[in-house]
Every structure is written in structure tokens, then in C-alpha cells.
């Protein structure tokens, strides 16, 4: 259904490791070669006559990408430029392509020329040099076209830009208008209505839970951090980090989903599972809080809840300040060791800023908007949708992009974190047991691990 952006799949637009292993940090920076971050505003910009030459010599990239069907979106670029060829490959969909990248360059050959990269991930593939600098490309003109978060996402601290942003996932409220009638549940403004509306619901219909809370899904709870104003990572050089997971904003989260859950007033079902999918259609769940992507998702996986849902932003802790935090979202970058850098830097340009191209990512795989050009366009977020009682929900969440914080930063071992905090916040979730005290678990292995592998953790 157009407008709504549904996910080629389930995993393409999910987060982190949910149903994989960790990858060491070790083991990529020894598959990579370690060293710096790479790159520098100050790198000497390639001239205008040599981009000519490049984009006039027969060349083949490779591209590895888990996008399905976009035949069309390379056709556009090869007219342009009729010398360059590009070989599309699905390496695997987020860990198990970052997998394949990492042996590919230990082992010195097998890379692409260019690789679909998750935004958590790039702070990785800088750490250990994989990623080339598009700056001196011409990628920093494209910034304007960006929305000024994504683009964040895509930066380097001495103005390089690692990559050039796709799609997004800002974070807002699906919910269910008849169960809201039914119970005279106003849509909450703030956090604490929430709170009362999960407790008056549940007392109302002990079958029915506000919303569900998936102990398997860091996704949703750095989402959540985000919006709240949190800084919970930064690095700083090559080898320091701040890890700040069980600050006062952290806590002051903990203790309300951790208190909810204790009181049994909200679901704690694993995420994507059957019967996640079961309490989708048969009205288990009143809310369910989740990205850009989710309202199409909900309308392909609950078809049989058509017309009594409704989109919104989530609550907030100030409702004076509207913000969001962001779920998902990937970039095209440029892997450093390709013998073609100039096509290979045109093409991750073009593919994501070229009108053309981006409207057919937004309406043909779905995906969520990046351009402000595209948030702007109401062929793209003014439809209405049956699913949503014809509502123009894609709208609402064009809107709410405009509300993501830019602050919010990434560490570069992001799949021990997500482990991490599966085996100790996630799990006092399903527990019901103390996540205020989970989080100084999660703190402490988080900490560790860092040293481990040859950091300097600020603050520890």
C-alpha cells in the first residue's frame, strides 16, 4: 500500500542483534587492520575534471545491498552514466552482511565497492578504517537535503561524512481507536496519562494491555532513550568512550517501564514471535510503540484489525517539548579498500539524493523518507490508508521526524551492548524483577567489555 512504507521484511528494518550472536570488537578491528577513524574534512577535494574522467571509464562496482527489487534505482544511475555497471549482491540482511564484510577484509579481497550500513553500525566501520570519506567527493554539498539528525548519523567529528543517509525510523504511537472508545482512553499526551491509561484498561479487561514492552528488543528501548533526552555513548578520539547506560534519565525510564511491568498492567510478549503476532489481531495490545516503518509492518501482519487503529506521537515527558527518538534507518557507504572510489562515492550519492531515485525507494520498497524534499511531498506522505480509518498516518510521521533529536550517538561495539542489555534489562522485563538494578548490570558488562578490548572508559 503506498505511502505506508512496508519493510521488504521483517529484518530489514529491525535493529541490533536479535537473533544473532555478538561479533567481537576484537575480531573486527583485527579484520580490519585497526587504526584511526579515517579521513578528514581537511582531505584534498578530487577535482571536477578527474570525477569527469572516472564517470566516463568503463567500470563495475559491486553493491551490496539487502534492499529487495531495485532494478529500477540502479537503472536510473547507469543512464546517467552509461560506463558504470553495478552488480547488486544480497550478502545477508545486517550481522550477517557485516559478518561477511569483516572476513572479506581480513582476508584482503571479496569486499564490495559499496554496502548498505545500519546507522549504529557506522561508528564500528570507522573505528577500524573500513569506510571511506565522501567529502572530499562532494558528498557535504547534499547535507541541506538531508533531515539534520540523519545526517548527524552519517558524520565525522572533523567533518567527514561516512556515509549518505536512506531511510529512517522516527518513533511514534500506533493505537487502537475502538479499544480507546470502548474504555474512554483519551490518546495520552504525557508519559504519566500513559501510566494511567495502562492501569485503567487492564483493570477494565485483564485480557488487554496497553501496550507491549518486548524483553527481547533493545531497538525500542534506545529509541525510548533517545526521546527521553539521554546520552548514554560517546566516543572521543580513538580509543575513549563514555558509557552513561544507568544515568538519572536511564533510571527515571527503568523505573517506569520496570514499575509497569512489576505491576502487570503491560505485556512483556518477545517481540516478532507467533504469538506477538496473535496479540496484534486478536486485540491484545492497545498501543504499539514503534517506528516509521511499523505502520506498514502492523497493516501487512494484522490485516484482520483493519480501520481501528490510529497513528500518534508517543507521550512525552515534556509535553511542552515535543521530541522522538528513531528505530531503525540505514545508509549507503563507501567501503575504503575499492579500486573505483570516485564512481563508487558518485553512486552512493546519487542512489539516496537523486529525486528520481529516492521517490522510488519511498514508494516502491517502502522505505521511510530521509530527504526533506520527500517528507514535503504529499504524493509520498499525504496518502490516506483504510488500515488506519483513513487517517494519513505516513503524514504523522513525517511530521514527527522533524522532532528527533540530533544529539544521540552510537558506541562502537554496539552488538555487545544489544546483548548485553537483552540478558539483563530485557530479562528483569520478563522477570518483573528490579530493572533500575538491571541497568547497573547492564553498566558494568558493558564497561568491561570495553577495557577488554583495549578502551579507556571515561567516568569508570
Known amino acids: ?51 569527469d574522467k572516472a564517470m566516463k571509464t568503463p567500470t563495475r562496482l559491486t553493491f551490496w545491498t539487502w ?3 531495485i532494478d529500477q534505482e540502479i537503472a536510473l544511475f547507469e543512464k546517467k552514466y552509461p560506463a558504470i555497471k553495478v552488480k547488486v549482491v544480497n550478502a545477508g540482511q545486517g550481522v550477517a552482511q557485516y ?10 579481497t571479496g569486499a564490495p565497492d559499496v554496502a548498505h550500513i545500519e546507522y549504529q553500525e557506522i561508528p564500528t566501520f570507522t573505528l577500524t578504517n573500513s569506510l571511506l570519506d565522501l567529502s572530499p567527493y ?7 537535503k538531508f533531515v539534520d539528525w540523519t545526517w548527524v548519523q552519517v558524520s565525522g567529528p572533523a567533518g567527514q561524512v561516512w556515509a549518505i543517509p536512506q531511510d529512517t525510523g522516527p518513533m511514534g504511537m500506533l493505537y487502537r481507536k475502538d479499544i480507546f472508545d470502548k474504555h474512554g482512553i483519551q490518546v495520552p499526551d504525557t508519559w504519566d496519562e500513559f501510566a494511567a491509561a495502562a492501569r485503567k484498561l487492564h483493570k477494565a479487561d485483564p485480557s488487554v494491555y496497553l501496550t507491549n514492552l518486548a524483553p527481547n528488543e533493545p531497538a525500542a528501548w534506545h529509541g525510548l532513550l533517545w526521546q527521553a533526552g539521554a546520552k548514554p555513548y560517546a566516543t572521543s578520539g580513538k580509543s575513549t568512550v563514555s558509557i552513561s547506560v544507568d544515568d538519572a534519565i536511564s533510571k527515571k525510564l527503568a523505573g517506569f517501564w520496570g514499575g509497569l511491568a512489576k505491576e502487570g498492567v503491560i505485556s512483556t510478549d518477545p517481540d516478532f514471535a507467533d504469538a506477538w503476532y496473535t496479540g496484534f489481531n ?7 510503540l514503534t517506528a516509521a516503518w511499523g505502520a506498514g509492518f502492523l497493516a501487512g501482519s494484522a490485516k484482520a484489525t483493519t480501520g481501528k487503529w490510529r497513528a500518534a506521537p508517543l507521550p512525552q515527558w515534556d ?13 549507503i557507504a563507501v567501503i575504503k579498500t575499492t579500486k573505483n572510489a570516485i564512481a563508487a562515492a558518485l553512486f552512493a550519492q546519487f542512489l539516496n539524493s537523486d529525486p528520481a531515485s529516492t521517490k522510488m525507494f519511498a514508494t516502491k520498497q517502502f522505505l521511510f523518507p530521509s530527504t526533506k524534499a520527500l517528507l514535503a511531498d504529499s504524493s509520498v506522505t499525504g496518502e490516506t490508508s483504510a488500515f488506519y480509518g483513513g487517517q494519513k498516518a505516513t503524514q504523522v510521521f513525517a511530521d514527527i521526524s522533524d522532532t528527533v533529536s540530533p544529539s544521540f550517538q552510537w558506541p562502537p561495539f554496539l552488538d555487545q551492548v544489544a546483548t548485553d542489555w537483552t540478558e539483563t534489562v530485557g530479562k528483569s522485563f520478563a522477570q518483573k524483577s528490579d530493572t533500575v538494578a538491571a541497568l547497573g548490570s547492564w553498566q558494568k558488562r558493558i564497561t568491561t567489555y570495553a577495557k577488554s578490548q583495549g578502551f579507556t572508559v571515561k567516568g569508570a
Open 282 to 288: 486478536k486485540g491484545k495490545y492497545a498501543t504499539w
Open 99 to 108: 559478518t561477511k564484510l569483516r572476513t572479506a577484509l581480513k582476508a584482503g
Open 319 to 331: 509535553a511542552s517539548k515535543p521530541t522522538s527518538g528513531n528505530w531503525g534507518g540505514s545508509s
Open 67 to 69: 534492499a529487495q527489487n
Open 138 to 144: 562532494g558528498a557535504s554539498a547534499l547535507k541541506d
Open 1 to 51: 500500500m503506498p505511502g505506508s512504507f512496508v519493510p521488504a521484511s521483517p529484518m530489514n528494518r529491525r535493529f541490533f542483534l536479535t537473533a544473532t550472536g555478538a561479533v567481537s570488537l576484537g575480531a573486527a578491528l583485527s579484520a580490519c587492520g585497526g587504526g584511526s577513524s579515517g579521513g578528514s574534512s581537511s582531505a584534498k577535494r578530487v577535482s571536477q575534471a578527474d570525477i
